[in-house]
């Protein structure tokens, strides 16, 4: 017997609201649908969830194609047929309605998005972007160089908290009100001869900054449109600012007593322990001014601190820096906190440490202090390896890189040493006892 399938067609209707209304889709079913006798492939649909909707259903070039056409609480009946009949003109064409679509929407995009560059063209300066800068790359900034970027664009003329003085404004505060578009090579030029008469030295790290932020801008989704070259990479500005010097400032041993009595002689009891301990670890500044007090391991003597190259490096704590730190008071999670700096540690010691320095009469950076470090270790003839690995250079040599694992007991042993004997040498006499740390006579 031969089988005979039944083919149930789809039944057309005249829509109307009470139509509409009353139709919902079956109990048991997932949707159903309602079709249209007046115009080919508009319909209605309804889902479980009781929404319903007008579509349209036609074939594109052989295959079947479905689209909503909207909610039928927001079109009309109408309106809806109006919609099917244009659909369908598309079709007869040789156009498919969803890729007409496609390309409507993306002209207005792009309309849109010139016509945002556009104003943004006109309006925005680099005071303006220089915030949107920090806060997109301060989660990957440290916090000295984020300070730099901060002090590099203030206004300047607020009050010091400890001086009658206001502060000056910023290396790059006289090119706040500069639109990205009007920043150019001869503008930054002309920036850089006045900057670079005044404080070259400052002019070149702005410079370097705002080079940086003219990249940035590059791969910015509204300011690639306005900044396609980067001004800041001018040869005629970077010879007004001149090269820097190459520094070799370093204490020499004979310079130790007197850079000890200045410093240890600072109002400021973080900031005193802070220069002191950074001589005698050999850190980069920026490393040992964010150290925390859960870094610090007085039980098994070691310090952890950011490292530029490894992300983390564990040093010694040595008995004078223990000393130091032990007696730092514990107002928050820093060890070398700052009750005014809005990230809570130190954020500018080098005006004290530059005063100190007057004092003792030596000429010395904060940056000048790892050199020491480093320069000292000689002394005592340290192994170049260890100094390295305690100050966290890379490891030079293949020996070096891929054979040595030293242990921490092995870097406290040349540690304390090279630390017990800057000491000496600067007249401090310090005797770490069982029972705690403390200073005997300096």
């Known amino acids: 017997m031969a089988i005979v399938k039944a ?23 997932t949707r159903a649908y309602l079709w249209c006798d007046a115009v080919k492939g508009l319909g209605v649909i309804a ?34 047929q109006a919609e099917a009949r244009r659909l369908q003109i598309v079709i007869d064409t040789g156009n498919d309605p969803r890729q007409v679509k496609a390309e409507r929407e993306a002209a207005k995009d792009a309309k849109a998005a010139a016509l945002s560059t556009k104003e943004a063209r006109e309006v925005i300066t680099l005071g303006i972007a220089w915030p949107e800068y920090i806060a997109a790359m301060k989660p990957a900034w440290g916090a000295l160089h984020l300070h730099d970027h901060v002090k590099a664009m203030q206004a300047g003329g607020e009050k010091r908290t400890r001086s009658r003085k206001l502060t000056a404004p910023g290396a ?14 001869e503008l930054v030029t002309a920036w850089a001869k ?84 950074m001589l005698l670890t050999g850190a980069r500044p920026n490393e040992l001014i964010t150290v925390r007090w859960a870094d610090v391991d007085f039980q098994w003597n070691s310090l952890t601190i950011k490292d530029k190259v490894e992300g983390l490096r564990v040093i010694p704590l040595t008995p004078y820096v223990a000393h130091l730190i032990v007696a730092l008071p514990r107002r928050n999670e820093f060890v070398f906190s700052s009750l005014t700096a809005a990230s809570g540690h130190l954020v500018e ?13 030596v000429d010395v950076t904060l940056h000048g202090l790892r050199r020491s470090f480093a320069s000292l270790c000689e002394w005592i003839e340290m192994p170049g390896g260890i100094a390295a690995q305690i100050q966290g250079h890379k490891p030079q040599g293949v020996r070096e890189q891929h054979y040595i694992r030293r242990p921490l007991d092995l870097l406290r042993m040349w540690h304390v040493k090279i630390e017990a004997w800057i000491l000496e040498q600067a007249g401090i006499q310090f005797v770490p006892v069982q029972a705690g740390l403390r200073v005997v006579n300096s």
Not at 7 to 29: E, M
Not at 222 to 229: D, E, N, P, Q
Not at 353 to 361: E, F, L, N, T
Request: aromatic share 6%.
């Open 349 to 361: 010691p080098r005006i004290a440490h530059d005063k100190a320095c007057a004092v003792a009469g």
């Open 172 to 185: 790059l505060a006289s090119l706040a009100t500069v639109r990205l578009v009007d920043l150019t090579p």
């Open 47 to 80: 889902t479980a969830a009781g929404a319903k909707s007008y579509i349209f259903q036609a074939k594109v070039k052989g295959k079947s194609m479905r689209l909503t056409i909207g909610d039928v609480g927001v079109w009309s009946i109408a309106n809806a």
């Open 194 to 277: 006045v900057e670079g008469a005044k404080r070259p030295a400052r002019a070149r790290n702005a410079r370097t900054l705002l080079s940086t932020f003219l990249n940035w801008c590059t791969a910015h989704p509204t300011y690639k449109a306005i900044v396609t070259s980067n001004a800041a990479q001018s040869k005629e500005a970077k010879k007004h600012l001149g090269k820097p010097q190459k520094k070799n400032d370093a204490l020499q041993r004979e310079q130790l007593p007197a850079w000890f009595k200045a410093v240890k002689q600072i109002g400021n009891p973080v900031i005193s322990a802070y220069l002191q301990a």
């Open 7 to 29: 083919v149930v067609k789809a039944v057309k209707v005249k829509l109307t609201a009470g139509r509409i209304a009353d139709f919902q889709c079956p109990k048991g079913k």
